[in-house]
């Protein structure tokens, strides 16, 4: 199968534009990042925050239109699952420990000529 690189292209910058737009948004509300798109074998976590004593997990989901659905339906609950696993991976390479240990999800929405919105689900899973 070949993948179509300019829509890859197109999708790649569009999430790392919602991921940028993410950022803006957390550190606008509080939040100090720690990493973006760390990766290990088992998988990436798209932002690392701390908001006062918590560890924040960050899935972003960015899309151009709710055409295909609203951003927040591509986080399963298996990819939950996935972050809490690569959350304490995390944690253990970098020798962390936090009171608290949060997974939150972050749509944004580009839709073209427009502002991007942002809708930030928090606690999704503690």
């Keep these: 199968m070949q993948r179509n690189s300019a829509h ?13 737009i993410a950022c803006e948004y957390l550190v606008s509300c ?3 990042i720690i990493e ?16 006062a004593n918590t560890l924040v997990v960050v899935e972003v989901k960015a899309r ?3 055409a295909a659905g609203h951003p927040f339906e591509a ?5 939950y699952a996935r972050l809490r696993a690569l959350a304490g991976y995390w ?3 970098h020798d962390a420990s936090f009171a608290n240990l949060r997974i939150d999800g972050i749509a ?16 999704v899973w503690r």
Aim: hydrophobic share 30%; glycine share 10%.
């Design 64 to 66: 151009s239109s709710v």
């Design 91 to 93: 944690c253990a390479e």
């Design 8 to 20: 890859h292209s197109s999708r790649t910058q569009l999430g790392k534009r919602g991921e940028d």
């Design 108 to 123: 944004v929405l580009i839709p073209g000529d427009r502002p991007a919105t942002v809708e930030h689900l928090t606690g």
């Design 75 to 79: 986080i399963t609950a298996l990819k």
């Design 36 to 51: 973006r798109n760390w990766r290990c074998p088992t998988g990436e976590i798209d932002i690392v925050a701390r908001h």
């Design 30 to 32: 509080g939040y100090e």
